[in-house]
């Protein structure tokens, strides 16, 4: 069965540092993956995605996730954080089904 | 492109009742998910229409059921509502494939069983 592992429910960083989201997938056939974020009493926006190719993926705000099939991992990163980046982050796997981390809260001190 | 829109936005039932949310999918996207968000349980796939079709479901009971029209618009509906299904209802819409093809979300619906 396919699950999505968020490390971390909460993660705290100072503007300017690097965020780190941990995910981890387990699926018995490498899944598309996703990581989603959603601001308060909103829907979730896609901020990137990995299908095939590439393994590095970019996407929107200067977010950006590897893939590793070796560590069933697909972790996001941003070099430096805004304080607009306080929200919940989601990662989710899709084979026939999207299925979502727990989620990471992210906040941004100054 | 209008985004996905989702009515009504908030909603408060007695518990017992039943109640029916409408999702309208992107223009020429054809695939509509539902999903169930709350604090204990997080985000819950509920059920996937595409062309009118049921395509995938989750594990929820059958007082959970939905339905999709010609022009892909899509209702769920809820009967003998309990106080645990109060949540964030969410829909998304895709293009086509449920795997790759990312899904576009909608505000939401926040369901209030009292």
């Known amino acids: 069965a396919q699950s999505v592992t968020q490390l971390g429910s909460h993660v705290s960083v100072s503007e300017g540092a690097l965020v780190l989201l941990r995910c981890n997938y387990s699926s018995s056939v490498p899944p598309y993956l996703f990581w989603y974020v959603q601001y308060p009493n909103q829907g979730l926006q896609l901020l990137l995605k990995?299908?095939?190719?590439?393994?590095l993926v970019k996407g929107i705000n200067g977010f950006e996730a590897e893939f590793k099939k070796s560590e069933t991992s697909f972790h996001l990163t941003k070099p430096s954080a805004h304080m607009s980046d306080a929200a919940e982050y989601f990662c989710?796997?899709?084979?026939?089904?999207?299925?979502f981390g727990t989620g990471t809260r992210l906040q941004v001190f100054p | 492109k209008a985004g996905v829109t989702q009515t009504p936005r908030y909603l408060i039932k007695t518990r017992g009742q039943q109640v029916t949310l409408s999702c309208s999918p992107i223009s020429g996207h054809r695939s509509v998910s539902w999903y169930q968000q709350t604090p204990g349980q997080g985000l819950q796939f509920l059920f996937e229409y595409f062309s009118e079709t049921q395509r995938n479901k989750g594990n929820f009971p059958g007082r959970f059921s939905g339905r999709q029209f010609s022009n892909s618009r899509s209702e769920m509906n809820v009967s003998t509502l309990e106080l645990g299904d109060s949540a964030l209802y969410l829909c998304?819409?895709?293009?086509?494939?449920?795997?790759?093809?990312?899904?576009?979300f909608g505000p939401g619906t926040r369901l209030t069983v009292t």
């Open positions: 989710a796997a899709s084979t026939d089904k999207l299925i």
């Open positions: 998304a819409s895709s293009l086509a494939r449920q795997g790759a093809d990312e899904q576009y």
């Open positions: 990995y299908t095939t190719g590439a393994t």
